[in-house]
């Protein structure tokens, strides 16, 4: 039998996050919930989780100090942020610290699980794919581990990073399309987001500023296109 995925909960109003893990449970999912940042993080360290949903704003610890603590320890788990306030500068900032996906208050519980599973199923799909190195000019990107290699250096990625500059690699010298790349991340593609990803192509950037070949470039009103070297090495077996 396929084991539940168990979901870390952090929101303080009290009736909302008992509505929330009761139709998690009802979905079939495993959830705890936990009323503020400070008992999030104690449960988190004790609990082995699959994905977090918190909220941003809650006594104690806020959602945003929460996810920096628990991408210490795990740098992978998906995390969505729950927020009251559609402010840009709160969803940036969540992007920033490396979330999976922020959900604006009031939303639809469907809304909730339907994102949740797209993140799982994204998750699940990069453990399949069968492309897990690149090498892009003097770099190594393995995306299993979502770290970048050179040669005197290894940088550990977002899970955010990772996907985009995977999507990137498999599109070299070719364009990435940014609605396909939104959507393929993201999941939507409103306005958001696409500032989000902005903040992560700056990232990838400075990531691999010190191979002068390589470049990630602009294509005015459709995408991105990696610019490197070609290399025609083989993978060993």
Same mark, same amino acid.
């Given at each position: 039998?396929?084991?539940?995925?168990?979901?870390?909960?952090?929101?303080?109003?009290?009736?909302?996050?008992?509505?929330?893990?009761?139709?998690?449970?009802?979905?079939?999912?495993?959830?705890?919930?936990?009323?503020?940042?400070?008992?999030?993080?104690?449960?988190?360290?004790?609990?082995?989780?699959?994905?977090? @949903?918190?909220?941003?704003?809650?006594?104690?610890?806020?959602?945003?100090?929460?996810?920096?603590?628990?991408?210490?320890?795990?740098?992978?788990?998906?995390?969505?942020?729950?927020?009251?306030?559609?402010? +840009?500068?709160?969803? =940036?900032?969540?992007?920033?610290?490396?979330?999976?996906?922020?959900?604006?208050?009031?939303?639809?519980?469907?809304?909730?699980?339907?994102?949740?599973?797209?993140?799982?199923?994204?998750?699940?799909?990069?453990?399949?794919?069968?492309?897990? =190195?690149?090498?892009?000019?003097?770099?190594?990107?393995?995306?299993?581990?979502?770290?970048?290699?050179?040669?005197?250096?290894?940088?550990k990625l977002t899970t955010k990073e990772s996907e985009l500059l995977a999507l990137l690699c498999a599109h070299v010298n070719d364009i990435l399309e940014?609605?396909?790349?939104?959507?393929?991340?993201?999941?939507?593609?409103?306005?958001?987001?696409?500032?989000?990803?902005? @903040?992560?192509?700056?990232?990838?950037?400075?990531?691999? +500023?010190?191979?002068?070949?390589?470049?990630?470039?602009?294509?005015?009103?459709?995408?991105?296109?990696?610019?490197?070297?070609?290399?025609?090495?083989?993978?060993?077996?």
């Amino acid at each position: 039998m396929e084991e539940k995925v168990k979901i870390l909960l952090c929101e303080d109003d009290e009736n909302l996050g008992m509505l929330l893990r009761e139709f998690l449970q009802a979905k079939g999912f495993n959830a705890d919930l936990c009323s503020d940042g400070d008992k999030g993080y104690k449960e988190f360290l004790k609990g082995k989780y699959d994905l977090c @949903v918190l909220d941003v704003m809650m006594p104690k610890k806020d959602g945003f100090t929460l996810a920096q603590e628990i991408r210490n320890v795990n740098s992978e788990i998906p995390i969505i942020f729950l927020t009251a306030k559609n402010l +840009k500068e709160d969803i =940036l900032e969540g992007f920033k610290l490396g979330a999976d996906d922020y959900i604006t208050k009031p939303f639809s519980m469907e809304e909730l699980v339907f994102r949740i599973g797209a993140i799982l199923r994204r998750v699940k799909g990069k453990k399949d794919k069968e492309i897990t =190195l690149y090498k892009i000019g003097k770099y190594n990107f393995d995306t299993q581990k979502q770290v970048l290699i050179s040669k005197d250096k290894t940088q550990k990625l977002t899970t955010k990073e990772s996907e985009l500059l995977a999507l990137l690699c498999a599109h070299v010298n070719d364009i990435l399309e940014r609605n396909f790349a939104l959507k393929s991340i993201w999941i939507d593609d409103n306005y958001f987001n696409a500032r989000s990803m902005d @903040v992560y192509i700056t990232k990838l950037r400075k990531l691999l +500023k010190n191979d002068p070949n390589i470049e990630i470039i602009n294509i005015h009103g459709k995408g991105y296109k990696l610019i490197a070297p070609e290399n025609k090495e083989e993978t060993p077996a």
